[in-house]
């Protein structure tokens, strides 16, 4: 209940007011039931823009550390994100990671929509990195309809370390600024009925992520990077470039 208040009256009003997002492929979300959703992950505002888009409740896993702050504004933090529809979510590996796909699967047992970002966390250029197989892993164990969301824009809008929306932005030769308006692209319901029962194949697994990044490479538009999306940042971090590890063949890259 209180998702849906803050959303309708709330959130989605000056959402819409203010930026503006363009929506497509809202017929693609099923009216009922449950689906997986996996989208590209550009800024912190997607887990805000695409819960807006979609007329359904999404519920998305979250850091913990969203709802484990001290004091008041932790507090006001950790309603914030479960009002949103968001859950708390151990992203520290091995036995966390498991919990996280429970988590995932029981959401999805209850008919829900379950969002999810493949790539683990946001991509630290703008570019489509490489997914990680526990996507796959859920969406084969739940048989359920994996629709794939393309992220447009929104790294424009909030660019990684930026906190406060640039809604507008400059551009060389241009007299008016012009504004950055995100987009949310739904593409058609991607379908793997037909791996039941081999969640535990590596080869599995790792086929199915690698389609449905190619879905959403094709949705957004994005250049593909080979490479998860955390060693980029740690390689960035370092003053180090993605790309020149790419070329070297560095073999712990992806």
Same mark, same amino acid.
């Given at each position: 209940?209180?998702?849906?208040?803050?959303?309708?009256?709330?959130?989605?009003? %000056?959402?819409?007011?203010f930026?503006?997002?363009?929506?497509?492929?809202?017929?693609?979300?099923?009216?009922?039931?449950?689906?997986?959703?996996? $989208?590209?992950?550009?800024?912190?505002? /997607?887990?805000?823009?695409?819960?807006?888009?979609?007329?359904?409740?999404?519920?998305?896993?979250?850091? $913990?550390?969203?709802?484990?702050?001290?004091?008041?504004?932790g507090?006001?933090?950790?309603?914030? =994100?479960?009002?949103?529809?968001?859950?708390?979510?151990?992203?520290? *590996? *091995? &036995?966390? $990671?498991?919990? +996280?796909?429970?988590?995932?699967?029981?959401?999805?047992?209850?008919?829900?929509? =379950?969002?999810?970002?493949?790539? *683990?966390?946001?991509?630290?250029?703008?570019?489509?990195?490489?997914?990680?197989?526990?996507?796959?892993?859920?969406?084969?164990? +739940?048989?359920?309809?994996?629709?794939?969301?393309?992220?447009?824009?929104?790294?424009?809008?909030?660019?990684?370390? $930026?906190?406060?929306?640039?809604?507008? &932005?400059?551009?060389? *030769?241009?007299? =008016?600024?012009?504004?950055? &308006?995100?987009?949310?692209?739904?593409?058609?319901?991607?379908?793997?009925?037909r791996?039941?029962?081999?969640?535990? /194949?590596? %080869?599995?697994?790792?086929?199915?992520?690698?389609?449905?990044?190619? +879905?959403?490479?094709?949705?957004?538009?994005?250049?593909?990077?080979?490479?998860?999306?955390?060693?980029?940042?740690?390689?960035?971090k370092?003053g180090?470039?993605? /790309?020149?590890?790419?070329?070297?063949? /560095?073999?712990?890259?992806?």
């Amino acid at each position: 209940m209180l998702y849906l208040l803050i959303r309708q009256f709330i959130v989605a009003p %000056f959402v819409k007011l203010f930026f503006r997002p363009k929506v497509t492929g809202l017929e693609h979300i099923p009216t009922s039931g449950p689906a997986l959703l996996v $989208s590209n992950h550009l800024a912190f505002a /997607d887990s805000i823009f695409l819960p807006v888009a979609v007329p359904r409740q999404i519920v998305f896993p979250a850091k $913990s550390e969203y709802f484990t702050g001290p004091g008041l504004k932790g507090k006001l933090t950790a309603t914030f =994100f479960r009002s949103i529809g968001q859950i708390p979510i151990d992203r520290s *590996g *091995g &036995r966390a $990671s498991l919990a +996280a796909l429970n988590t995932g699967l029981d959401i999805l047992k209850k008919g829900e929509l =379950f969002g999810i970002y493949p790539e *683990g966390t946001r991509s630290p250029d703008g570019r489509l990195y490489k997914g990680k197989t526990g996507v796959a892993r859920m969406a084969i164990v +739940a048989g359920v309809p994996v629709i794939p969301v393309a992220m447009i824009d929104t790294h424009k809008l909030q660019p990684p370390g $930026s906190v406060l929306p640039k809604v507008w &932005r400059r551009e060389p *030769g241009k007299l =008016f600024p012009r504004m950055n &308006r995100p987009g949310v692209a739904i593409g058609e319901p991607l379908d793997f009925s037909r791996y039941e029962g081999m969640e535990r /194949d590596r %080869f599995v697994l790792r086929s199915v992520t690698d389609e449905i990044m190619y +879905a959403l490479m094709d949705l957004s538009g994005q250049e593909y990077v080979d490479m998860y999306a955390d060693k980029a940042k740690e390689l960035i971090k370092a003053g180090e470039s993605v /790309d020149d590890h790419l070329r070297l063949g /560095d073999t712990k890259a992806s």
